[in-house]
């Protein structure tokens, strides 16, 4: 079983090696006493290149939280997206909760989303949905 370091580290190698010139951020957060991996996705590196220098403001932000959900039951909800409609039903990217026994077969799973989705998600862009 990996650990917490390895499954960030393998994110962040996969998502940079498929986005190399995208924003992709991956760490800890501690929300209500729950540690969990937090992953970004932006099209632009940093706050500087977007509106208001602001990354929730770039438009294919997407937030992913791997939370744990029970004693071996791990999950990827809905992603959290910023006035994009990046994943809306009516969006050409579509999001299935993920549901896995471990923290690493989650990121394995959202890697393979990405993977998928890659070409789409490079194309959205403010206009796209505006």
């Given at each position: 079983?990996?650990?917490?370091?390895?499954?960030?580290?393998?994110l962040?190698?996969?998502?940079?090696?498929?986005?190399?010139?995208?924003?992709?951020?991956?760490?800890?957060?501690?929300?209500?006493?729950?540690?969990?991996?937090?992953?970004?996705?932006?099209?632009?590196?940093?706050?500087?290149?977007?509106?208001?220098?602001?990354?929730?403001?770039?438009?294919?932000?997407?937030?992913?939280?791997?939370?744990?959900?029970?004693?071996?039951?791990?999950?990827i909800?809905?992603?959290?997206t910023?006035?994009?409609?990046?994943?809306?039903?009516r969006?050409?990217?579509?999001?299935?909760?993920?549901?896995?026994?471990?923290?690493?077969?989650a990121?394995?799973?959202?890697?393979?989303?990405?993977?998928?989705?890659?070409?789409?998600?490079?194309?959205?862009?403010?206009?796209?949905?505006?």
């Amino acid at each position: 079983m990996p650990t917490r370091a390895e499954t960030k580290q393998y994110l962040t190698d996969s998502l940079t090696e498929l986005f190399p010139e995208k924003g992709i951020r991956v760490f800890e957060r501690c929300l209500i006493g729950e540690t969990s991996l937090h992953v970004t996705y932006t099209h632009h590196k940093t706050a500087q290149e977007c509106k208001n220098n602001i990354l929730e403001n770039d438009p294919a932000y997407m937030s992913f939280f791997i939370q744990r959900i029970g004693s071996n039951l791990w999950n990827i909800e809905f992603p959290m997206t910023h006035g994009s409609a990046v994943l809306r039903k009516r969006g050409p990217i579509k999001f299935r909760k993920i549901a896995t026994a471990s923290e690493h077969d989650a990121a394995v799973k959202l890697v393979a989303w990405f993977t998928k989705n890659s070409e789409a998600i490079r194309s959205v862009t403010v206009q796209t949905y505006g």
